[in-house]
């Protein structure tokens, strides 16, 4: 898997044989300490490298992160390939894929860490804003005929920021998880215009399933074709 997430980010960035060890490194310790107890030494050690030669090819954490990211945001559509094969609804593989974000952040730190890292640095959150308007013009364009990839890259803009903040919002008793998917998926659907028998009928489909299970297997899965 590491090979793919190579192969696709040198057609735009070719990567040398360093950098490609570097990322490799960076990767493992990402995926198993958290993003932010990783530190640019570590990466040495792991590596083999000398702390100045990844300095010099990576100045900061979140360039070695982009490339991490671009392989989670394409493990996404397994989710929603599953969904959609399964249902025959896009509406309903759209609001799942985010609802088990969301489920995955609130129940593993270390996932927590690695999403709130990529929405939090500019580069990365450019990427996933684009990624997403792509992701969600292909599966919901039959429903809106008259909007663009542009439309929805707009759109995406709103979405993405809501995601962050309920990546950020944390749950008690008072505001459990299931309190807090059902008001981001509300708000989402309404940010599409979405009629509010549908919304809540979705709603109602996605926060029925066990999220915390899903979420917990897709990232596991994850983990280990890295």
Known sequence: MLKSIIKRHSK??????????????????FLEQGFSKTTHRQIAAESGIGLGTITYHYRVKEDMLKVLIEELMDFHLDIIEDSEEETKDPLFAFALEIAVQIALCDNDPKAWDLY?????????????????AKKNFHLLKERFPGKTEEDFRKIENVISGMELAAFTTPTDRYFTMNDKISLFLESMLKVYEIGEEERKETVKRVIAL???KIAKEMFDRFVKRI
């Not at 735009?12 to 310790?29: D, G, M, Q, V």
């Not at 709130?116 to 997403?132: C, E, R, V």
């Open 210 to 212: 066990d999220l915390c």
């Open 116 to 132: 709130f890292a990529a929405y939090s640095h500019p580069a990365t959150f450019d990427y996933i804003k684009d990624w997403g």
């Open 12 to 29: 735009i960035n070719p990567l040398s044989e360093t950098e490609i060890e570097i990322i490799r490194a960076a990767t493992k310790l």
